[in-house]
Nanobody, 115 residues
Framework: QVHLVESGGGLVQPGGSLRLSCVAS????????MGWYRRAPGKQRELVAV???????NYAESVKGRFTISRDNAKNTVYLQMNSLKPEDTAVYYC?????????WGQGTQVTVSS
């Protein structure tokens, strides 16, 4: 069983930055491909960033060049650095394995981009 806890969200003005963290417990974190997902109001959850166990990285086109995913296996933590934030980035952000495991969804962390 894996337990994921996201943090680091908040209210930020357009153009601002936030760094999200996701701490994993309960399994062999370094063996997993991990991703950050988000669910905007009225929309389906989408995958925005992937970091594989082999350290390959992919981003959704909407965040490419602005978001950076990274991980610290010693701390069982995956990060999402978000720069140049836009109002359309407003969403609840979650981390999970890739592909996602439905049993692992945490509470997420709310990111609101607004002036």
């Amino acid at each position: 069983q894996v337990h994921l806890v996201e943090s680091g969200g908040g209210l930020v003005q357009p153009g601002g930055s936030l760094r999200l963290s996701c701490v994993a417990s309960g399994s062999i974190f370094s063996a997993y491909s991990m991703g950050w997902y988000r669910r905007a109001p009225g929309k389906q959850r989408e995958l925005v960033a992937v970091l594989t166990s082999g350290n390959s990285i992919n981003y959704a086109e909407s965040v490419k060049g602005r978001f950076t995913i990274s991980r610290d296996n010693a701390k069982n933590t995956v990060y999402l650095q978000m720069n140049s934030l836009k109002p359309e980035d407003t969403a609840v952000y979650y981390c999970n394995k890739v592909p996602a495991n439905g049993d692992y969804w945490g509470q997420g962390t709310q990111v609101t981009v607004s002036s």
